[in-house]
């Protein structure tokens, strides 16, 4: 069994993890981290005890992340946005097509090179 750090404010979805069990080749135990991350350090002793994390973190974070990680597996969940046909009616007043999110597989992120600077 796989442990898998799970860094995301949402819960996966039964689609997802059945899918990552398939490319990690083993079942999963996820640990979950539904915080708000700061800064990469905050997940470094939660993935001492992870065979992987699976993140949804802005890029910076990413890249902060993957240098932590070390030889362990950072991945990214894939999904397309899919139009349901409804309309939904927003706080505003304003209304909206309804979407809903695919998921379509997970991907490992292998580099990543991020520089910025304020402006």
Same mark, same amino acid.
């Given at each position: 069994m796989k442990q898998v750090l799970w860094v995301s404010r949402h819960e996966m979805t039964p689609q997802q993890l059945a899918d990552l069990e398939r490319a990690l080749g083993d079942s999963v135990e996820l640990r979950p981290w539904p915080d708000t991350v700061r800064f990469a350090g905050e997940l470094a002793a939660p993935l001492k005890t992870a065979d992987a994390v699976a993140a949804v973190l802005p890029v910076d974070l990413l890249a902060? %992340? =993957?240098?932590?990680? $070390? #030889?362990?597996? !950072?991945? =990214?969940?894939?999904? !397309?946005?899919? !139009?349901? $046909?409804?309309?939904? =009616? %927003?706080?505003? $007043?304003?209304?909206?097509?309804?979407?809903?999110?695919?998921?379509?597989?997970?991907? #490992? %992120?292998?580099? =990543?090179?991020?520089?910025a600077r304020p402006v």
């Open positions: 902060e %992340l =993957l240098d932590i990680a $070390g #030889q362990k597996p !950072v991945l =990214l969940a894939s999904s !397309v946005r899919e !139009v349901t $046909g409804r309309t939904i =009616l %927003l706080p505003d $007043g304003r209304r909206e097509n309804e979407v809903r999110f695919v998921h379509c597989g997970w991907r #490992q %992120l292998l580099c =990543l090179t991020f520089k």
